[in-house]
């Protein structure tokens, strides 16, 4: 039973995702245009970013960081759904889709299948002020060839054809019927439709339902064709890339772009300020209460907009923020959040918290209220300021040090108007005083400026209160050009040493040990940015008799180690880690608890103090105790009718043989509140007494620090640890399951769930794993281009969201090759027949050699990848450990991949794959077609097992 916590990222969804061959060729050129032959011209550099600018219009922003093998090219086009018109909302969004759907040179699915093939991580996404497309791969000057052409190619040759807008008409509705199954979301889009009465800010990017289903193709052409130039994009690459030779591919490649000739529109709509609380009520079947506060905010390039983030941050952190104690430690409700959205034009930002239904939802609004707007009766103090002042700007540190995150971080800038100005902020929130957080939240924070929102469920009566005067003032955007341009920006950081991260590097700079009490550890000392260092701490407890009925005591014991400490309480811990610069995450259940942290080399020793007292030394207090219990519980019941927890559970408890109490059963929702309320303090205490130690754990760290300190640091610290319960592994053995359709009627909602189950018995070092796993990622094991994608997406419309898996694990033969796809319940007869002849073509044909080549090259590409990221790679060596495996057994299985052969995958596939053996789980409001539904139908479940878990390679 891990828990999990609601957060206000749950609900919003501010941009949507659409988740060779030769390379492309250059854009062809309009009749008469000129081939310009002008290299880039720089024209400006700030901290390691240097600004370019084509004759063309196009602006290039370089970031060369050599610290790891990857590189991120990002192209931005100022254009989003504030552009749309009358009539064609959603349309920047659609074009979003469409540019996945070829040009001349990469026709059909050429884009998404070399994307796949080489192993590229990807995504398109649509916000209100700008459209971004980005890739991150292994880097190389093939890659890197093949993305910028690809982008250049696609910027004004993309085909935006009838026919392959048609096909995914029914891929976008879908994902509107995905948002449509979220309360919480469709109140926010409510609320924000409310406050921007004129303001395309008002109108979600995925647009109306009737506009995009109706929009001429001649007007997505011309929309196509007016915003997709380069004197209205900017492009980003960062990471691992030779600078002279990147700008002269980019020359080659935008530079054929003609300048455009057109004039672009002038957006001259201006929200007036509010005059009045407004008021959103919002019913329908749910399990649990929502009431939200919005409220207009300056232009995001405006400093009031840090001086919000920070009064935010005030209000909703999580160890000790004003909005925390007031309803979430009050018992009034059962998570809050808060979120700032920065634009173009004057933005909003958002509070809400979550309510159980049997919590009192106008004491919850009343508390709300008064709190976000109650800082003229309690000012904001100098402690409060620091913290939140420290935790942003640690946020910025991190954000800076990561060439793949702020290369995709710097479309938001430059969509408010200048890619400085995500440094300027930086700047800001370093100079600001508590005087000007008190006049921004007396300006903004005020109930003429509010509007509020509430979800009631439908059995639920509301109330409508009325509210007061005094507008807010809305300052003009800053002139953004005065304010970059006085910018001087920090001394870029020292260039960091390249680091090989292939497995046989990686295994020669590794040191193995373990302490005097048996606990494993691996250091890799290498060089990082920044000089972070990260970590993964592995806690393995009891066995199969003494965790009997402990699943609920395991996972709150778990959950209350970041919640204070002998010595500190919870908001000192966040003080600590904050002034530490360090970052730190505890997850856990009866079994095991991971933590997982990222510190600098000047604060580790500190961090690993810290983690001593966290996980020795928990204070398990009563208040919080009580706090956390209710939030599981409300976390339990806010899934009850959703489609994705339900068949997730149905999928667990289908054949599991093991009784109630055993750690390896899967309970129902019900089951797991009811042993959530029977826990009591006094059994956390105990499980922590007889179950925590070391004796059977693993640590692992990555980056820049001292090996000999840092070994005898732990030795120090957990060599002594030993626990009273003796700890054996639980075995979980293969089960074969009773191949079944399963049924689970959710009313109301607009999207279904599927998902499918085939046991498969064989561990990670069984021969024919890596034959599965290139079978997997041909049939659908990528988020575009696959077998399952090409039917139910690309072909039949009917999913925005398909793919397969394969999950084995090392030790037990319990593996499991899963499938999963959101669709429209009344498309539920042709998903059964896609999924059905689909994998049944994989079973009696098997894969071809090019999709074998494809698969391995993705895959390869994929493993170098993931190795370059130092948090990931201290968990696969703590997973290591415990395995009794090496960095050999990666290369390995790398070697495995790369010399397959087909027959050897069609062969795993007749081994392993049966179709006759799966079971197939469907949840949604079938209620139109149930006629139709042979399935049987199953009472809903709760806890969903592990059926949607992907796997990684230790």
């Not at 991580?121 to 209100?128: D, E, P």
């Not at 100079?431 to 924070?445: C, G």
């Not at 961090?607 to 996980?615: G, K, P």
């Not at 899963?818 to 059964?832: E, F, H, R, T, V």
Request: proline share 5%; aromatic share 6%.
């Amino acid at each position: 039973m891990p828990l999990t916590s609601k957060c206000l990222s749950c609900l919003l969804a501010l941009t949507f995702s659409v988740a060779v061959p030769a390379a492309p060729a250059v854009p062809e050129l309009a009749a008469g245009a000129r081939l310009s032959s002008a290299a880039p011209v720089e024209v400006a550099s700030v901290e390691g970013i240097t600004e370019y600018r084509l004759p063309n219009g196009l602006r290039v922003l370089l970031a060369p960081d050599a610290a790891q093998p990857v590189t991120t090219v990002n192209m931005t086009y100022l254009v989003g759904s504030r552009h749309e018109n009358y009539g064609e909302t959603g349309m920047a969004h659609l074009l979003e889709h469409l540019l996945f759907k070829g040009t001349p040179g990469l026709p059909g699915n050429t884009i998404a299948q070399e994307l796949t093939r080489r192993g590229m991580q990807f995504n398109g996404t649509t916000a209100f002020d700008r459209t971004n497309y980005y890739e991150s791969f292994t880097a190389s000057e093939e890659n890197l060839d093949w993305a910028l052409k690809m982008e250049a190619d696609r910027m004004v040759n993309s085909f935006i054809a009838r026919e392959a807008l048609d096909s995914e008409m029914t891929v976008v509705r879908n994902e509107m019927e995905r948002a449509e199954n979220n309360p919480g979301g469709m109140l926010m889009q409510q609320m924000r439709s409310a406050a921007y009465r004129w303001h395309n800010y008002g109108k979600a990017p995925i647009g109306a339902r009737s506009d995009v289903e109706h929009v001429a193709i001649g007007n997505l052409q011309d929309f196509y064709r007016r915003y997709y130039q380069p004197d209205n994009a900017v492009l980003v690459v960062a990471g691992k890339f030779d600078v002279a030779a990147t700008l002269s591919r980019i020359g080659k490649s935008f530079g054929a772009i003609p300048r455009p000739t057109r004039v672009l529109p002038v957006q001259y709509t201006v929200e007036p300020p509010q005059e009045g609380a407004r008021e959103v009520t919002l019913r329908r079947l749910g399990d649990a209460q929502l009431v939200a506060v919005q409220y207009h905010i300056a232009p995001g390039a405006h400093p009031d907009t840090v001086a919000l983030q920070l009064l935010a941050d005030i209000l909703t952190d999580g160890s000790g923020g004003r909005l925390y104690k007031a309803l979430v430690e009050s018992g009034k409700a059962s998570w809050q959040s808060g979120s700032v959205s920065g634009m173009k034009d004057p933005g909003s930002v958002l509070f809400a918290a979550g309510l159980s239904k049997t919590q009192d939802l106008d004491a919850a609004r009343q508390a709300l209220v008064a709190q976000v707007e109650g800082f003229t009766v309690r000012p904001v103090t100098q402690v409060e300021l620091d913290r939140a002042r420290t935790r942003l700007l640690n946020s910025y540190e991190r954000l800076l040090e990561n060439p793949s995150g702020y290369a995709i971080a710097l479309s938001e800038a430059i969509a408010k108007g200048d890619w400085r100005l995500l440094l300027v902020a930086r700047q800001q929130a370093e100079r600001v005083t508590l005087a000007d957080l008190q006049r921004v939240a007396q300006n903004y924070l005020r109930a003429s400026n509010r509007t509020l929102g509430r979800f009631i469920p439908i059995d639920m009566p509301g109330d409508a209160p009325a509210e007061t005067l005094a507008r807010a003032v809305m300052p003009a955007a800053p002139d953004i050009a005065a304010l970059v341009a006085a910018y001087q920006g920090k001394p870029a950081k020292a260039a960091v040493a390249a680091f090989d991260p292939s497995p046989d590097n990686i295994e020669a700079h590794t040191l193995r040990g373990k302490l005097a009490n048996g606990m494993q550890f691996a250091l890799l000392p290498k060089p990082s940015r920044g000089q972070t260092v990260n970590g993964t701490l592995i806690l393995r407890m009891g066995d199969v008799t003494s965790l009997q009925g402990q699943d609920a005591v395991g996972s709150l014991t778990a959950a209350m180690l970041m919640r204070g400490t002998a010595r500190l309480e919870r908001q000192q811990i966040a003080d600590r880690l904050s002034a530490l610069r360090a970052v730190v995450s505890v997850q856990g259940d009866a079994e095991t608890v991971t933590v997982r942290f990222e510190a600098r080399r000047e604060t580790l020793a500190d961090t690993l103090a810290l983690l001593r007292d966290i996980l020795r030394e928990p204070s398990l207090a009563a208040a919080e105790f009580e706090t956390l219990r209710a939030n599981a519980i409300a976390g339990i019941e806010s899934g009850l009718g959703q489609p994705e927890a339900i068949a997730s559970n149905v999928l667990g408890r289908h054949g599991n043989p093991y009784p109630m109490g055993d750690p390896r059963y899967v309970g129902t929702p019900q089951e797991d509140i009811a042993a959530l309320r029977q826990v009591q303090l006094s059994d956390l205490r105990a499980f922590h007494t007889r179950f925590y130690g070391a004796s059977h754990g693993q640590a692992a760290l990555v980056g820049d620090f001292d090996r000999q300190a840092a070994e005898a640091q732990l030795a120090a610290l957990f060599g002594d640890w030993q626990a009273q319960a003796p700890y054996a592994r639980i075995e979980r053995p293969f089960v074969r399951l009773a191949p079944a359709h399963l049924t689970r009627e959710t009313p109301d909602k607009a999207n279904a769930i599927y998902l499918a189950a085939l046991p498969v018995a064989l561990t990670s070092d069984a021969p024919e794993y890596p034959a599965l796993v290139i079978a997997n990622r041909v049939f659908g094991g990528s988020a575009l281009k696959s077998r399952l994608a090409d039917r139910l997406r690309q072909r039949d419309g009917i999913s925005y969201s398909v793919g397969s898996f394969i999950q084995v694990g090392a030790l037990d033969t319990n593996g499991r090759f899963g499938m999963q796809a959101l669709y429209a319940p009344q498309n539920l007869d042709k998903l059964k027949r896609g999924v059905e002849e689909e994998l049944s073509r994989l079973a009696a044909a098997g894969i071809t050699p090019q999709e074998l080549g494809q698969a391995r090259s993705g895959l390869l590409q994929q493993g170098t990848l993931a190795r370059t990221s130092d948090s990931t790679l201290a968990g696969t060596l703590a997973s290591q450990l415990f395995l009794g495996r090496t960095m050999r057994f990666v290369t390995e299985y790398e070697q495995a991949i790369a010399t397959a052969t087909v027959e050897q995958v069609n062969a795993a596939i007749r081994k392993h794959l049966d179709p006759a053996r799966v079971v197939h789980v469907y949840a949604g409001d079938f209620s139109v077609t149930a006629a139709q539904n042979a399935g049987a139908t199953i009472k809903a479940g709760g806890k969903g097992g592990k059926a949607n878990e992907a796997v990684a390679v230790p």
